[in-house]
């Protein structure tokens, strides 16, 4: 499908016009009932919004699965956010953007069934636009268009799912994406340990509790599919069931797969037996002298491949928290290697995570607290490529989202306060008629590159300012009056002790970097 | 206008479908000709794009008149936005976010004429929705939809344009703005001058060149049009036209008034001795005198805030670079009070700012380098509250496109290289076999804080190690060997001078810090 031919076939909503627009309608073989029921359905719903007057009345709302962030939401999406960039950094990657919206082509047949999620732009002429689904397809479109074949970058920035939230509560429309992926012909396995080193160092730092990281191989599920009988063309919907078994009992997912999916019952309990394990070096290493998964080429390619991981691992002293885990089946068609997944396992973690909207599917998060993911991908770049040239990628992306919802939680829970803003000091009048002297002090800090405030009153109270103070976190304050003019000094208030001091003013700068700079 | 039915008129785009389609075209009466026309084209470039085969062949591009910034330009905007954000920091600014899109009718009737510039998403059922336009809109929703009364904040987000490039070169789709607002009841002029007293800071701490920032009322311009006798219909298509005063010469402009817009010579007259006009608090002082110019309330109650907002403005010792010019007037309809913009005085800078590609007029740029721009707009969330509540503010918007692409042009020009990463350390070995070695060190030096990398070969050589670091300006290598490791030191070599000293491995991390921590 590259498009669609729209036609006007009205131009008005309401009035004198709708009589011509439904004898269009009548005349017009391509619409259905449906589709007018629909029309008239959205009619109606805007002719409500219409007050006695005709006027419209504003609905003072944010679009459907959508959400402002406040101020205090936002200092602590900054503060996750400068904990993940400063890994990035450590890890030396560079960071790049991309537009929010690609063209509709470029994102098509990405996403499998999902793409009936993803956003289009109206056609107002011109080329067919989607909003980006993920920043994965846009990194891989940006490598072959620029010809990149090596390269170590990070990209923060939100993406867009027509999620329908009145079926998977929890779920937004519009959220965050933070991910870090190596593009490059490499030796095996060394960028792929990196990537598990660095969710490991992300989680430790954010202090979100205990987490666990589970790996597994694309390659090692579809030789265990094959070994277990599993027919070619069942590969993928086994492989989505099995993905299933996190929030499902092993007897459901038998059944599933049985029942619904048509698969022996010998084969499923073959699988049964398999998705069941885990372990680290040495279950791989079992698994390569298994009688039957040692028939798979595949499955024994990615199970060396997982020595050599663990191999790695050890070096990075990570090993306590990763686990080798045969029911790992992340959703995506494009992995083609090693695939991962962080869970925090601490119960006030998980229960969190319950009420964490984010991107991932709101039933996942009853069961575990996901919290990154990611896996290798040496096919995608090689879709955008005319010739086909292929770019092996491997990434992580932290589910940014739920990190924030326990972050907020936590800052609820704590006593200590979110301050918003940086200010360290408030310029502030003891007395009437001061308003320039404020202004002149405040330009001097501000220029000394200090952080001040100053209320913007000819002639506030003292009480007032004071009080602003408490409620914004402001530590000090400058308080001016005659007296304090008179001889050249600042009397200093410290908001938490109600201590005050005299500093002259060639010493208050000093003074005050002295106290905030911790 | 609430919205539009679209009837899908074929669903099909090429092959079998094409006679059904144009039956139904010439059966359909809302079609014109041209429609049709842009249709076909539509059509016939999309089959260009199918190969012999039939295959879709991917055109590997960004949309129209948007583009991915690289590492490279995204090394020089974290410049940019940390030097600004700082700025807002500094002044006590919070901030908050929202979606990049807003309900449809949200928007409507916020801009004018531009309206038809709006990015609309297609109706795939629910709401209709409208990509943001710009910050101030969204920034009011947020305000009229929390109550919220007092606010400072900033927002650095992307908006979106449908601007027409061939029409108006050098022009994005999809550029940042970089909002500062102050909300709330306070006395005249007080953040009035503080959003100046910013832009000041802001340009002067880039170090873009000699800079202006024009002053001016939307209640002088007013007052003006009205004593020099412009019929009240006339003010704001008048005004639009003294807008053109930077880019064109006054008589081509009086030439607008009269023979397009049908002003009287004698009113255009008038108006041109207002504008030519350009001063300080003087400039005020004469104006509130003035036998004409004094019959008019507005244009007196403007030109007392023009003289206090001065008075402020020399506490903060910058009147310097702001000049109350009659001539400024801004295009955007919801401004009520002050209005001022920056532009860059210097010619080098003027010149950059002429290839500046960003949301603003490309005309503009050439006589000028608009880098700021913004004023008092008391009415506009109103517009959003069920019982009209006003909530004044006062903000300015930072020409960030064009400074990113001043600095782009400066770094381009400079000996010196952009580096895109942090890296302070390449850890490389001299020999065969010690990958492990060398991952036992990068993570000691990662965990430890240092922003460190390592190539992803088992054995690279040192050359292409040490070329490497010469690429990324990653100053020092820690290189691993035998004998190295039998010492239990490490070579440190500096890149720039190739120096080279053994440090011992208890040594080496404070080492590092203390040789790259400026």
Chains 1, 2 share one sequence.
Not at 8 to 27: D, E, I, K, M, Q
Not at 249 to 265: A, R, T, Y
Not at 470 to 491: H, S
Request: with cysteine; net charge neutral; charged share 30%.
């Amino acid at each position: 499908m590259l498009g669609m031919i729209w036609v006007r076939a009205c131009s008005a909503l309401v009035g004198f016009r709708a009589p011509t627009c439904v004898r269009s309608l009548h005349s017009f073989p391509g619409i259905t009932v449906a589709q007018i029921d629909e029309e008239v359905a959205k009619l109606l719903a805007l002719k409500a919004q219409l007050g006695d007057d005709g006027k419209t009345q504003f609905v003072l709302k944010t679009p459907k699965g959508t959400r402002d962030y406040n101020p205090k939401q936002m200092a602590i999406r900054e503060k996750v956010f400068n904990t993940i960039i400063r890994c990035f950094k450590r890890h030396g990657a560079e960071t790049i953007d991309t537009p929010v919206f690609e063209l509709k082509e470029t994102l098509t047949g990405k996403y499998g069934e999902d793409s009936k999620l993803i956003y289009d732009l109206k056609d107002q002429g011109g080329e067919l636009l989607s909003l980006r689904y993920d920043l994965t397809v846009p990194f891989a479109r940006y490598l072959a268009m620029n010809k990149i074949t090596n390269i170590k970058r990070y990209h923060i920035a939100k993406v867009y799912r027509r999620d329908n939230p009145a079926m998977t509560r929890g779920r937004y429309r519009e959220f965050y994406q933070c991910d870090f992926d190596i593009a490059g012909q490499y030796d095996a396995m060394i960028p792929d340990a990196e990537c598990l080193k660095i969710v490991h160092e992300i989680l430790n730092e954010l202090d979100l509790g205990d987490f666990r990281i589970k790996v597994n191989d694309r390659r090692i599920l579809d030789g265990m599919f094959a070994v277990c009988g599993v027919p070619d063309d069942k590969f993928r919907t086994i492989c989505s069931t099995v993905d299933k078994l996190d929030k499902m009992s092993w007897e459901d997912v038998k059944k599933e797969m049985v029942n619904e999916k048509g698969l022996s019952e010998e084969a499923a309990d073959q699988i049964g037996e398999y998705v069941s394990m885990q372990g680290g070096m040495d279950l791989a290493e079992r698994l390569l002298q298994d009688h039957k998964m040692s028939q798979s080429k595949q499955a024994c390619a990615g199970l060396s491949d997982i020595k050599l991981l663990f191999k790695y691992l050890q070096l990075f002293h990570v090993t306590d928290k990763v686990v080798f885990d045969l029911s790992l089946a992340r959703g995506l068609d494009y992995y083609t290697g090693v695939i991962y997944e962080a869970v925090l396992t601490q119960a006030s973690a998980v229960s969190a995570a319950n009420e964490a909207q984010n991107g991932a599917n709101a039933e996942e998060s009853v069961s575990v607290g996901s919290v990154a993911g990611g896996g290798r991908y040496d096919g995608l770049v090689g879709m955008f490529d005319p010739k086909g040239r292929r770019v092996p990628c491997v990434g992580v992306s932290i589910g940014i989202e739920r990190i924030f919802s326990i972050m907020e939680q936590k800052a609820e829970a704590s006593p200590e306060k979110v301050r918003t803003t940086e200010v360290q000091i408030m310029v502030a009048s003891a007395q009437k008629n001061l308003l320039e002297e404020r202004l002149q002090l405040i330009s001097e800090l501000w220029n000394a590159g200090i952080k001040a405030e100053v209320m913007y009153k000819k002639n506030p109270k003292l009480l007032s300012q004071l009080q602003y103070c408490e409620e914004a976190g402001i530590p000090l304050v400058a308080i001016l009056g005659e007296q304090e003019l008179k001889d050249g000094v600042v009397k200093l208030r410290v908001v938490a002790t109600r201590e005050e001091v005299d500093i002259s003013r060639a010493d208050l700068i000093s003074e005050i970097k002295r106290r905030t700079e911790a």
